[in-house]
C-alpha cells in the first residue's frame, strides 16, 4: 500500500510540477483603486485555491464545535447511564 500511495504521490507531484512549470507566465491583477499585482498565473491558482480552502474551513468550524459538544455530552450521558445499570 505504501508503494502505491509514493507512485501516486510521485504523478502527483510531477503533474503539478509541470502545470506550474508550464504556467509560469506572468499574470497581472487588477484590484479597486488602480491597485494590481503581477504573479505567475500558477502562483495565482495556488493562492485562491488556500483561500478558498481556509474560508471553507472558517464556515465549517461552528458546525464541529457543535458536533463536538454534543458528541462530549452524549459520551457523558452514556457513561453515567452505563454506570447506573451495571450498579
Excluded: C, D, H
Aim: charged letters at 15%.
Amino acid at each position: 500500500m505504501r508503494i502505491i500511495y509514493k507512485i501516486l504521490s510521485v504523478a502527483l507531484f510531477i503533474l503539478l510540477m509541470g502545470f506550474a512549470l508550464k504556467n509560469a507566465y506572468p499574470v497581472t491583477l487588477f484590484y479597486y483603486l488602480g491597485l494590481s499585482w503581477q504573479a505567475p498565473l500558477s502562483l495565482i491558482l495556488f493562492i485562491a485555491l488556500l483561500t478558498g480552502i481556509a474560508a471553507g474551513l472558517v464556515a465549517i468550524t461552528p458546525t464541529l464545535i457543535k458536533q463536538r459538544r454534543e458528541l462530549n455530552r452524549l459520551r457523558k450521558e452514556n457513561a453515567q447511564s452505563s454506570s447506573i445499570n451495571q450498579g
